[in-house]
């Protein structure tokens, strides 16, 4: 009996997560400001480690997520679908669709409500100024916004750029799809069986095994719990430096 109820209450945090993430669940309050500057230049890099947005396809539809929010970088590549509530005088129609691309640090020296938006607990997104300027006006600064996490739409499949040296694989993987945010990596050379890779930081994964030489495969598994296997994305003949494309989440 202890058992039955232990797997029936998993399997409806499961049921609950999914359904939260594909747009099901309902909306959350939160604020929103803006950074980067109107080409959002100041948003390139980041804490997930993406580097150039616009090559990487996420453009200036991002966002820096706060302490509560980014969960230590577990929470990179999720999307989320905004809109501005609540301020007629500053608030515009319509919603925007972002992706998490960065990390929005608390300032403890100043209150939640009065400069300190990225304080733990608040939820609260410091969104690239392009985008910003579609939900809300300019001189709004900041504005109360409801949010809901939606399904990533990705062009092309999941990229994996291959850094670092011999026996120090760190793999830097883009454009997910689906959920977006990823729980667990596994590689697998054309010599090994599959091996998990650990998280170095953002979204790049290291595997400390000695790959060159071989074709590498890639698991990708998501927070929603689905999995991904891009069987032989980089031929043997791969570098450090390179980056390769796999399969896709379906949305």
Avoid at 95 to 108: D, G, H, L, Q, Y
Avoid at 156 to 166: L, M, P, Q
Wanted: positive net charge; hydrophobic residues 35%.
């Amino acid at each position: 009996m202890v058992l039955y109820e232990f797997l029936l209450v998993g399997l409806l945090s499961m049921f609950s997560s999914v359904q939260g993430y594909g747009g099901g669940g309902g909306w959350v309050t939160a604020r929103a400001t803006f950074y980067g500057g109107g080409d959002a230049s100041g948003t390139m890099g980041g804490a997930c480690g993406y580097g150039n947005l616009y090559s990487q396809g996420y453009g200036t539809n991002t966002a820096a997520l706060s302490t509560a929010m980014f969960n230590n970088g577990l929470s990179c590549g999720s999307c989320y679908e905004i809109k501005c509530v609540d301020d007629p005088k500053w608030c515009l129609p319509g919603s925007i669709v972002v992706t998490a691309t960065n990390f929005c640090p608390p300032n403890n020296a100043l209150p939640n409500d009065a400069g300190g938006w990225c304080n733990p607990p608040q939820h609260h997104f410091d969104l690239a100024q392009p985008v910003f300027q579609h939900i809300a006006q300019y001189r709004s600064g900041v504005v109360p916004v409801s949010y809901r996490r939606v399904p990533c739409k990705r062009r092309g499949g999941i990229r994996f750029t291959i850094n670092g040296h011999s026996y120090f694989n760190l793999v830097l993987i883009t454009n997910v799809g689906g959920a977006g945010d990823i729980q667990s990596v596994a590689i697998k050379g054309s010599r090994t069986g599959w091996q998990p890779m650990s998280r170095n930081w953002g979204q790049n994964w290291q595997s400390n095994n000695y790959l060159n030489g071989q074709s590498l495969s890639f698991k990708v598994t998501t927070s929603d719990g689905k999995t991904m296997v891009s069987n032989n994305a980089a031929p043997a003949g791969w570098s450090f430096g390179q980056t390769f494309s796999g399969a896709q989440f379906r949305v």
